[in-house]
């Protein structure tokens, strides 16, 4: 073989090796990129994970941390709270919170404009369970929300489970009972006048008036 002819395939057989690195290498840039959206998708796993954790939180749980959340307005705390009351255990909340369920009821009392009538039946299922300084305070919240919108508690206690609305309307006549018994009767009556009232919202009505003689 003359000295051209080598030079000739020692050359063909560079390139042909730069060529088949060069495609070899292609493949594991192209990997490379692709896995930058798996990447991404790896951070998902942990917020599902963060919210089935807040899920699962209990109604005690959630009130106390909404309650503590300085990020909040007043209104916001207070809707997201009674948003959670139905069934809520004080005595267990008491527990979890050092003895904070006194301090959350009396805040729920200080901002009860902020609750909505539509929250009514919530705050009616949360009565029970209550004794001493708890019972009195949220029976105070009761007082207020029925001398505030009778049409809607009425309504509310008509509908809810017997158990509760019982200590529904012993809470409210408690709560009313610092005001003089005959002139809060009076109101009651001549608000019911003007009200269609269905039977079993007579029969809240009539309840009512009757524990308002013994409140205790």
Known sequence: MSKGSMFVSVVCTLLLLSVTVGCASNPVEQYTDAAVPSGEKAVKPKQSSANTQQTRQSKEERVLSFYKDSSLSDEEKVHHITD?????????????????????????????????????????????????????SYAAIMGELFTRDKTAMTRALANTDKSYRVHGIGSIAYGLSYQEPKVVKKEIRQWQAGQKLTAAEKQVIRTLLVKLDDPY
């Open 84 to 136: 959670d009351l139905a069934g809520i255990q004080w005595g267990k909340l008491n527990k979890n919170s050092e003895h904070q369920s006194l301090e959350i009821i009396e805040y729920l009392y200080k901002q009860r404009a902020f609750i909505p009538s539509e929250s009514f039946p919530n705050v009616i299922r949360a009565s029970d369970g209550l004794d001493g300084a708890l019972s009195e």
